[in-house]
């Protein structure tokens, strides 16, 4: 018998409007976006589904821009992503592992029964503060698209100037991050050693680099005064991609995820390795759905072996119609 796996988005795949069909439809998630904003003193429901320009910092055609910005975006991708699995563990809905891509981590370790849906909404909105407070001015970060891992890694040792991996997403997409004037250099180094394109990313800053490790540093004493629970269900770190089955370590990876590479690829390996045939991706957008079909075909291409993601199925949940469906699959 095959196992189950729930993976969480990062940022990058919010929208205005997102998790609005699943608070309309249940309980238990209206409870969840209470729960967030009374830990918070945000509005979480308006933050999520309002576009009045009266309520937000607002975008250049009048639109809620507030749900980008780095200290609010995280906080409401969590509260859609916890709002969802909390539906799912009231239907019954279980997993062997889970894991998160970048803040997706936190929906994981909610998951992973590590932080309870209060605690990891505390933290998170100071996560998503620090690390908007912790942005240096000229940081930069671009996809890196067509072009093998190792080649990166070289370019970026070779560049003058801090420029590291942030996002090891999937073969053939691989984000880097660190100073501008690196970013870009080593940028056109990659396009002369021959990757497909490099596209410069609009984010306000060089996330996942040894630049926002002051940020890690203020989330380390908020974690601090944190309850950290045993792990019930395995699941994977971001920054070293294993399997933690010990709290004893949650603290110190937490605190090293701001500044470090998430090595998302790796950690979908390592779930094929371990017989997981069953990928729910559980938050906005399909961004780690679309990951699992390039991770699968390279595996099935190194190994020479088809047969060993033949059997493999991804699901996305987000709506109630897409959590029905995957309830009475």
């Known amino acids: 018998m095959g196992k189950t796996m729930f993976m969480f ?30 830990v918070t003193g945000l509005d979480i429901p308006a933050l999520c589904f309002d576009e009045d320009r009266e309520k937000f910092l607002t975008g250049d055609d009048g639109s809620n821009d507030k749900i980008n910005i780095t200290e609010y975006t995280q906080i409401a991708m969590l509260t859609v992503e916890a709002a969802i699995y909390a539906v799912m563990e009231e239907k019954g809905l279980k997993c062997d592992y889970t894991a998160g891509l970048s803040l997706g981590e936190y929906g994981a370790l ?10 990891a ?23 890196v698209l067509g072009m093998d891992a190792q080649t990166i890694e070289k370019v970026c040792e070779e ?10 997403n999937c073969p053939g997409q691989i984000v880097i991050t660190g100073e501008e004037a690196a970013v870009n250099r080593a940028s056109e180094a990659l396009k002369e050693s021959g990757a497909k394109r490099v596209v410069p990313l609009n984010v306000s800053g060089s996330f996942h680099s040894k630049l926002l490790e002051p940020a890690g540093e203020r989330l380390g004493k908020v974690i601090d005064e944190t309850s950290i629970n045993e792990v019930r269900v395995p699941y994977v770190a971001n920054t070293t991609a294993e399997i933690v089955t010990d709290s004893v370590d949650i603290r110190n990876l937490l605190v090293k995820q701001i500044s470090s590479s998430v090595r998302w690829q790796q950690t979908i390996e390592l779930m094929i390795k371990e017989g997981v045939d069953t990928f729910v991706e559980i938050g906005p ?6 990951f699992m079909k390039k991770i699968t075909k390279a595996v099935a291409d190194s190994t020479g072996n088809a047969e060993a993601v033949a059997g493999i199925t991804t699901y996305h949940i987000e709506t109630p119609e897409e959590l029905e469906a995957y309830v009475n699959r």
């Open 159 to 168: 560049t003058e100037g801090y420029v590291a991996i942030a996002n090891y």
């Open 110 to 119: 909610i998951a992973a029964g590590v932080l309870s849906y209060e605690d």
């Open 121 to 143: 909404f505390k933290v998170v909105r100071q996560r998503g503060i620090f690390m908007q407070e912790a942005v240096p001015t000229g940081g930069a970060m671009a996809a």
């Open 285 to 290: 957008g399909k961004t780690l759905a679309g």
């Open 9 to 38: 988005p990062g940022q990058g795949a919010q929208y205005v409007g997102m998790g609005k069909a699943l608070y309309d439809e249940y309980e238990k998630a209206r409870e969840i976006f209470d729960t967030a904003s009374r």
